[in-house]
T-cell receptor, first 115, second 116 residues
Framework: DAEITQSPRHKITETGRQVTLACHQT?????MFWYRQDLGHGLRLIHY???????NKGEVSDGYSVSRSNTEDLPLTLESAASSQTSVYFC??????????????FGEGSRLTVL | AQSVAQPEDQVNVAEGNPLTVKCTYS??????LFWYVQYPNRGLQFLLK??????LVKGSYGFEAEFNKSQTSFHLKKPSALVSDSALYFC??????????????FGIGTKLQVIP
């Protein structure tokens, strides 16, 4: 069965370190997204991509970067981790919006703690 | 920008009773609205969507949602709640970002607690 997987599921790091969260989907979806989930804020969009070599900033993109070198993967990098980036991160993918608009498939999440 | 609001942090309902989780929206143009569910320590799962057509939309696990244009609402409903329905529910809306890119914007979520 097709799926979307995130790794690591749990990560503890120190302030200032670079961290990369991996996201891999086997749905063959063009669209991929990274969200962070925080109490009182729901899910907020960090970055998104609509195809290979395409990346776009979401509402909370400062301190994060992504790259899309193939259809399956959209790694999220924290260049210099800050305590404010302690959160649960979710990757999602979807078909083209001309089809099943808004139907996102989510990974299980990556819990990041920055000390 | 398009947005949704979920006015209740938590909804408690007795098992077997009908449940409603509220959502209001603010959009320009025709709204594309969605509901998602999140079980503990899991990712979100798509439940249902409204794009056009009938105001009552049916989705997964016996859930349905009623679109009301005059009240700008899209409330999630189920006739008879199960304990297993206890989860976090998110309302969401399609938004158009810079460059015309479409994306999905979520509300802050409502925790549903079904009491045995």
């Amino acid at each position: 069965d097709a799926e979307i997987t995130q790794s690591p599921r749990h990560k503890i790091t120190e302030t200032g370190r670079q961290v990369t969260l991996a996201c891999h989907q086997t749905w063959n979806h063009n669209n991929m997204f990274w969200y962070r989930q925080d109490l009182g804020h729901g899910l907020r969009l960090i970055h998104y991509s609509y195809g290979v070599h395409d990346t776009n900033k979401g509402e909370v993109s400062d301190g994060y970067s992504v790259s899309r070198s193939n259809t399956e993967d959209l790694p999220l990098t924290l260049e210099s981790a800050a305590s404010s980036q302690t959160s649960v991160y979710f990757c999602a993918s979807s078909e083209s919006f001309s089809g099943r608009v808004g139907e996102l498939f989510f990974g299980e999440g990556s819990r990041l703690t920055v000390l | 920008a398009q947005s949704v609001a979920q006015p209740e942090d938590q909804v408690n309902v007795a098992e077997g009773n009908p449940l409603t989780v509220k959502c209001t929206y603010s959009v320009s143009g025709n709204p594309y609205l969605f509901w998602y569910v999140q079980y503990p320590n899991r990712g979100l799962q798509f439940l249902l969507k409204y794009i056009t057509g009938d105001n009552l939309v049916k989705g997964s696990y016996g859930f349905e949602a009623e679109f009301n244009k005059s009240q700008t609402s899209f409330h999630l409903k189920k006739p008879s709640a199960l304990v297993s329905d206890s989860a976090l529910y998110f309302c969401a809306v399609r938004d158009i970002g810079p460059g015309g890119y479409q994306k999905v914007t979520f509300g802050i979520g409502t925790k549903l607690q079904v009491i045995p």
